[in-house]
Nanobody, 118 residues
Framework: VQLQASGGGLVQGGESLRLSCSGS????????MGWFRQAPGKEREWVSY????????AYADSVMGRFTISEDVDENTVYLQMNGLEPEDTAVYYCAAKSKMRVVYEYWGQGTQVTVSS
C-alpha cells in the first residue's frame, strides 16, 4: 500500500500548480483523502479534504477560493489544484488517506515540495 504525491515545484507568486496523489494497493475512492502541508519550522497543517463517495469537500480558510481538491477515479488519483499561489504557501505537501469513519489518517504519501517566490 502506497501513496505517491507529485507535482510540486518552484513558481512565482500568482502562478498555479496541480499536485497529484496516486494510490497503489488501495482504491482512493473508498477513502477520505486529505492534503496537508508543513512549512519549515512550523507544524503540519491541514489544507483540504475530500470525503469518500459523499461529495464532501473542505478547505482551510487560508486556501479557500484558491485551492480545489478533485479526483480521477479511473486513474486512482486525487488532485490539489492550487491557483493564486502565495509565498506563504511554500511548504512540503503531503496527501493522506483514512478509512471512512476514522479520525486518524492511516496512509501518507512522501511529500512534494512547493516553493513560491515573491
Amino acid at each position: 500500500v502506497q501513496l505517491q504525491a507529485s507535482g510540486g515545484g518552484l513558481v512565482q507568486g500568482g502562478e498555479s500548480l496541480r499536485l497529484s496523489c496516486s494510490g497503489s494497493g488501495l482504491t482512493l475512492e473508498g477513502f477520505g483523502m486529505g492534503w496537508f502541508r508543513q512549512a519549515p519550522g512550523k507544524e503540519r497543517e491541514w489544507v483540504s479534504y475530500r470525503g469518500s463517495r459523499d461529495g464532501t469537500r473542505a478547505y482551510a480558510d487560508s486556501v479557500m477560493g484558491r485551492f480545489t481538491i478533485s479526483e480521477d477515479v479511473d486513474e486512482n488519483t486525487v488532485y490539489l489544484q492550487m491557483n493564486g499561489l502565495e509565498p506563504e504557501d511554500t511548504a512540503v505537501y503531503y496527501c493522506a488517506a483514512k478509512s471512512k469513519m476514522r479520525v486518524v489518517y492511516e496512509y501518507w504519501g512522501q511529500g512534494t515540495q512547493v516553493t513560491v517566490s515573491s
